[in-house]
């Protein structure tokens, strides 16, 4: 059986490669913006990847702030 605390530290191992994910894409989004051509479907693939790695990362951070109701 696994304790709270391991449990909360693979969320916030987790969040950590979720995050980092989230920041590459920013890089990439904004390399392929600047560059002379500009492939749209996959800017807004990356951009729609993006969005998802955030609403995980929202998730992830939910999770790991303690219920006050208990």
């Known amino acids: 059986m696994i304790s709270i605390d391991e449990q909360h530290e693979e969320l916030r191992n987790r969040l950590f490669e979720i995050r980092q994910q989230h920041r590459d894409l920013d890089v990439a989004i904004a390399a392929l913006s600047?560059?002379?051509y500009k492939n749209e479907l996959q800017?807004?693939?990356l951009k729609k990847r993006k969005l998802l790695l955030k609403d995980a990362i929202a998730k992830l951070e939910?999770?790991?702030i303690p219920d006050l109701d208990a």
């Open 34 to 36: 600047e560059g002379g």
């Open 43 to 45: 800017l807004k693939r």
């Open 62 to 64: 939910d999770e790991l």
